[in-house]
């Protein structure tokens, strides 16, 4: 069979889907529980900046612009394609999150993009409020297990690298948390900034956005410093 530059195009396009696919799903280590996961997922909002949702999204694009391209005009459609994609990928890609919705709410402040700043704002507290509540329920858990582990270790009946193996999700679970904690403070500023030149619902809106976050954050930080205590009594 004859490869043709359409062809070379849509394999290309399929095995960047297939890696971008592979990168979204790879998890290392045991299985995480429902708390684990729901926190991961709900973290999975901040977790695309927008360079990274810019890099992506011009990827994805671009070679689904090559592949176009390459049908419609082989070499030279291919390349025009995939700088056209690139292009409109990296808008794509860009266009997420609160930080965004803050900058096109500055360079034009119409109703739509102040819509736009409240949504995100609303997403973010939700995306807090959840991780908040995992990260209960993930700081109990591991008193639990890591109790277990640490009864087994003393009775030599697993190893002290079984040990850290087995505790290994937590940790991550504690990186996650710590992260959401770093980054909500100057969440909640800038919703706060926001609504300080809003009035009426607007203004109450925000406001509610950044209380919630505050007391998402609250949860974190009680939850996050009873993970690390757990988790120090993991062999170094």
Same mark, same amino acid.
């Given at each position: 069979?004859?490869?043709?530059?359409?062809?070379?195009?849509?394999?290309?396009?399929?095995?960047?889907?297939?890696?971008?696919?592979?990168?979204?799903?790879?998890?290392?280590?045991?299985?995480?529980?429902?708390?684990?996961?729901?926190?991961?997922?709900?973290?999975?909002?901040?977790?695309?900046?927008?360079?990274? &949702? %810019?890099?992506? /999204?011009?990827?994805?694009?671009?070679? =689904? +612009?090559?592949? #176009? !391209? @390459?049908?419609? *005009?082989?070499?030279? &459609? %291919?390349?025009? /394609?995939?700088?056209?994609?690139?292009? =409109? +990928?990296?808008? #794509? !890609? @860009?266009?997420? *999150?609160?930080?965004?919705?803050?900058?096109?709410?500055?360079?034009?402040?119409?109703?739509?993009?102040?819509?736009?700043?409240?949504?995100?704002?609303?997403?973010?507290?939700?995306?807090?409020?959840?991780?908040?509540?995992?990260?209960?329920?993930?700081?109990?858990?591991?008193?639990?297990?890591?109790?277990?582990?640490?009864?087994?270790?003393?009775?030599?009946?697993?190893?002290?690298?079984?040990?850290?193996?087995?505790?290994?999700?937590?940790?991550?679970?504690?990186?996650?948390?710590?992260?959401?904690?770093?980054?909500?403070?100057?969440?909640?500023?800038?919703?706060?900034?926001?609504?300080?030149?809003?009035?009426?619902?607007?203004?109450?809106?925000?406001?509610?956005?950044?209380?919630?976050?505050?007391?998402?954050?609250?949860?974190?930080?009680?939850?996050?410093?009873?993970?690390?205590?757990?988790?120090?009594?993991?062999?170094?």
């Amino acid at each position: 069979m004859r490869i043709t530059p359409a062809r070379r195009g849509i394999a290309a396009l399929m095995a960047c889907i297939m890696m971008l696919a592979g990168c979204a799903g790879q998890i290392g280590g045991p299985p995480l529980s429902p708390a684990q996961q729901q926190l991961k997922q709900a973290n999975d909002r901040f977790n695309l900046t927008v360079g990274e &949702g %810019a890099a992506v /999204g011009a990827v994805a694009l671009g070679l =689904l +612009g090559a592949g #176009v !391209g @390459a049908l419609a *005009g082989g070499k030279k &459609g %291919a390349l025009i /394609g995939l700088g056209s994609g690139v292009v =409109l +990928g990296g808008a #794509v !890609g @860009a266009a997420m *999150g609160y930080n965004v919705a803050r900058k096109n709410y500055a360079q034009a402040r119409t109703e739509d993009n102040l819509r736009q700043l409240i949504a995100e704002a609303n997403q973010d507290a939700d995306a807090y409020h959840r991780s908040a509540v995992a990260s209960r329920d993930i700081a109990k858990e591991a008193r639990i297990k890591i109790a277990a582990l640490d009864a087994q270790y003393r009775a030599k009946t697993i190893t002290a690298e079984q040990y850290k193996q087995a505790a290994m999700t937590y940790k991550s679970s504690e990186d996650i948390m710590q992260s959401q904690l770093n980054n909500s403070t100057d969440k909640i500023t800038a919703m706060r900034a926001d609504a300080a030149h809003q009035r009426g619902a607007d203004r109450s809106e925000l406001l509610n956005d950044a209380h919630s976050v505050e007391l998402a954050r609250r949860a974190l930080k009680e939850s996050s410093d009873s993970l690390a205590a757990t988790l120090a009594m993991v062999p170094s």
